[in-house]
């Protein structure tokens, strides 16, 4: 049987080698404090006492540490065990930096994949969980077995970086979403609406937005801005009051300033009556 390394047990480390450990897997551990290992080691698991003596013990070795400097970090002390080994990351970052590990990892004679985790650390283990890999295809493919005892998986691509890249969207998009409602639960509660009393209404506007998500995404990707439902100059007329009634409730409005500073833009080029997917344009001049 596939024997796998685990090095980095933070909460989503000890998610990943407890899976394993469910699984049947001969699993080997590290982390720079020994104590994080020691319900891992009483289900059964082997602990390495250096990051070298974990990737030698294993047929493939996730890495899950705070960032990809850590990761190098740790793939440096390494050093030659890590020649002939896969080595798969599964921490965020951005996709330069997995790029860049992709590099360090074939300059140590080793194979890299890079692999992003989706979902929290309850799921780790179940079908609900999804990893997200890039890199190379055999890798990927020698090591399902692997991968599947951990979550649903998806291959992206030969490009080191598209894990990443997708996991950086997806994560700009959660946090913005969470600051939004964050900033929205503020101004309600200035105008003495209680969080509890909004939060149905809030669903509301959860629920209106996955149609909306795929005609904007559609009209970006086919450069189609026109025959509009919500032109451009209207998102201006509600930022405007948007951004009054933050200052009126004694709420930060950096955020919104900032995006209509992009509406602003688009609407001075000429291109008010498009529709707002013409926005994101603005974005990245």
């Known amino acids: 049987m596939t024997t796998i390394s685990v090095l980095g047990l933070g909460p ?26 020691d319900a891992l080691r009483a289900r059964g698991a082997a602990w390495a006492s250096s990051p070298g003596e974990a990737v030698a013990a294993g047929d493939i070795t996730l890495v899950n540490v705070v960032d990809h400097p850590v990761v190098d970090a740790v793939l440096e002390a390494a050093g030659q065990a890590v020649a002939d080994h896969s080595i798969v990351g599964l921490t965020s970052d951005t996709p330069d930096n997995a790029r860049s590990t992709a590099k360090l990892v074939a300059d140590l004679g080793g194979g890299y994949l890079d692999g992003a985790i989706m979902t929290p650390t309850s799921t780790i283990g179940t079908p609900s969980a999804s990893i997200l890999f890039a890199g190379p295809r055999d890798i990927f493919d020698t090591h399902r077995d692997v991968f599947a005892a951990l979550a649903t998986t998806t291959w992206l691509g030969e490009d080191y970086g598209r894990a990443a890249s997708y996991d950086m969207a997806l994560l700009d998009l959660f946090w913005t979403s969470v600051s939004g409602f964050l900033h929205a639960l503020n101004v309600a509660q200035a105008n003495g609406v209680k969080p509890s009393e909004l939060l149905p209404h809030a669903h509301g506007i959860v629920g209106i937005l996955p149609p909306i998500f795929e005609e904007v995404a559609e009209r970006i990707e086919h450069d189609r801005h026109d025959d509009t439902s919500a032109p451009v100059s209207s998102v201006a007329a509600s930022l405007r009051h948007l951004i009054a009634a933050s200052h009126q409730a004694g709420v930060d409005s950096g ?26 344009e603005a974005m990245s001049e």
């Not at 989503?12 to 899976?19: D, E, I, K, N, Y």
């Not at 450990?21 to 720079?32: H, I, K, P, S």
């Not at 995006?259 to 013409?278: L, P």
């Open 255 to 280: 955020a919104l300033k900032a995006f209509q500073r992009y509406v602003d833009a688009t609407v001075a080029k000429g291109r008010g009556d498009d529709e707002i997917s013409r926005i994101a």
């Open 12 to 37: 989503m480390g000890q998610a990943l080698a407890g899976a394993l450990l469910d699984a049947g897997f001969r699993t080997t551990v590290w982390n720079r404090t020994p104590a994080k290992a």
